[in-house]
């Protein structure tokens, strides 16, 4: 069950971080681009395109343009989008692994802690138990049956009537 636990855990930190982190390299410049002007009415759509311009060059059609170190940063960042969200995942496994692992030793840890109290506990009970048996043995040793007591009072008091009915006549 401790497993089962650890996986949906594990399972759960890495789907949240993957949904809601802003994956973002904070070395790369931000590139904004300007919004796709509209299609003139006698303008064909060319769909998707690609098209090299020379300086003084007329665009074939609407679009935007970017320069080469744009076409580049835009490569690269695609290229290495993929190796940024590995890594957050990565980094996101780990860190829920190691809470998991620190949760599971501080588990342990109360666990260990409540045994040993517990046989603290039945220690000084085991220890208890046996002062108060050897408490009941020495009251039961020392315990004289009264009935040897009342039998003596009785003769005895049969002894002293006697006599002095004996001695009075």
Do not use: H
């Amino acid at each position: 069950m401790k497993n089962t636990f650890g996986k949906w855990l594990l399972a759960f930190c890495t789907i949240s971080l993957v949904t809601f982190s802003n994956v973002k390299n904070s070395n790369a410049d931000e590139i904004t681009l300007p919004p796709v002007p509209q299609l003139q009415l006698d303008e064909p759509d060319v769909g998707k395109a690609i098209s090299p311009l020379k300086l003084g060059q007329k665009a074939p059609f609407t679009g935007i343009l970017l320069s080469p170190e744009a076409i580049a940063v835009v490569t690269s960042e695609l290229k290495t989008q993929k190796q940024r969200v590995e890594l957050e995942v990565n980094k996101a496994v780990k860190l829920c692994q190691n809470d998991y692992e620190t949760q599971l030793t501080i588990a342990k840890i109360d666990i260990n802690s409540t045994q040993q109290i517990a046989d603290a506990k039945q220690t000084a009970l085991v220890q208890q138990n046996d002062l108060l048996i050897k408490r009941i043995k020495v009251l039961e040793d020392s315990y004289v049956n009264p009935t040897w007591y009342i039998g003596g009072g009785f003769l005895g008091g049969i002894g002293i009537t006697t006599a002095i009915i004996l001695l009075t006549k």
